[in-house]
């Protein structure tokens, strides 16, 4: 009997790496598609605010002052606002940011990179990684 139990564990080893490693790529390293950031065009807010609809769908670079901030009671969405423009960073990729980023962030000049997309009409950008958003000042 003890024989069948290692030979059961040994083959349960492979599994248990093989789900092991899945579990920390899928925490730790951003599984998204492999973007250029420098290529991207940057828009400076607020002087540039009027040009943000022609990239609507297509990523960009914002660089700007987070000038408000707020973190949603209910469905616990963190706001970062820009004058103009939002980004948004969801609940359920919060555990990949630094803790409170509605209170790290709030009047620091930054850099933030993704796709823009709208929502009633406003423009936003929806952060899932740390590495969307650098302060530069």
Known sequence: ??????????????????????????????????????SLPLISLPEDIKQINNYIDKHVRIKGTIYDTHRHAKSNTVFLNFVGFKCMIFKNSLR???RQPEKYYKFKKVEVW???KTYKG????????????????
Request: net charge positive; aromatic share 12%; no cysteine.
């Open 1 to 38: 009997k003890k024989s069948i139990l290692m030979v059961s564990l040994a083959a349960l080893i492979p599994l248990f790496i093989i789900s092991a490693s899945y579990f920390v790529a899928n925490r730790f390293f951003i599984p998204q598609k492999a973007v250029d950031v420098k």
């Open 96 to 98: 990949n940011f630094i």
């Open 114 to 116: 993704g796709k823009i």
């Open 122 to 137: 406003e423009p936003e950008i929806i952060l899932n990684y740390q590495n969307q958003i650098k302060i530069i000042e």
